[in-house]
């Protein structure tokens, strides 16, 4: 038996996963990016404001590479919000000089105790920024197509 690399996914569908990654990447302009596809989930409880997340993505800066994760729900949501979660991250690519920008210099410039507070609010208007862009352009995108379960026996392997 195979090993599962990622909890939720047969290794078939998380090989079409990453397939669909770097269509839709290529689709919104990312060609020159590289994407690693993790396998492990995106998020414990304790490290996320947002305990929806779907997916998340760490930029390395000025390298045009990313490693994007999924929670081990993802393969059970509807397609739509799939691919939702797929092009917030995604988007994330674009702005992420900008985001940048605003931890590394005006941080400096702010003091700690000023950047706190105005940090939450900017992380804020700019993640629901980055979802009205993602959920506009979504709908111009494909859903992911996933590979059909081999049936073995008369039985799904996925069951």
């Known amino acids: 038996m195979t090993k599962q690399k990622h909890p939720g996914m047969t290794n078939a569908e998380f090989r079409r996963l990453g ?14 990016w590289y994407f690693n596809l993790k396998h492990s989930p995106p998020l414990r409880d304790d490290e996320s404001v947002d305990k929806g997340a779907g997916a998340r993505i760490e930029i390395y800066w000025g390298k045009r590479y990313a490693d994007i994760s999924v929670c081990e729900e993802f393969r059970t949501m509807r397609p739509d919000r799939q691919r939702q979660f797929i092009c917030h991250e ?70």
């Open 19 to 32: 397939e669909y990654v770097r269509w839709m990447a290529d689709a919104m302009g990312l060609r020159d």
């Open 90 to 159: 995604l988007v994330h690519c674009h702005l992420d000089h900008l985001d940048s920008l605003t931890d590394n210099k005006l941080r400096d410039h702010m003091g700690e105790m000023h950047w706190q507070g105005w940090h939450m609010g900017f992380d804020l208007a700019f993640e629901n920024a980055i979802d009205a862009i993602a959920d506009a352009w979504a709908r111009k995108l494909p859903l992911i197509s996933w590979p059909k379960p081999k049936v073995k026996n008369g039985r799904d392997k996925r069951a």
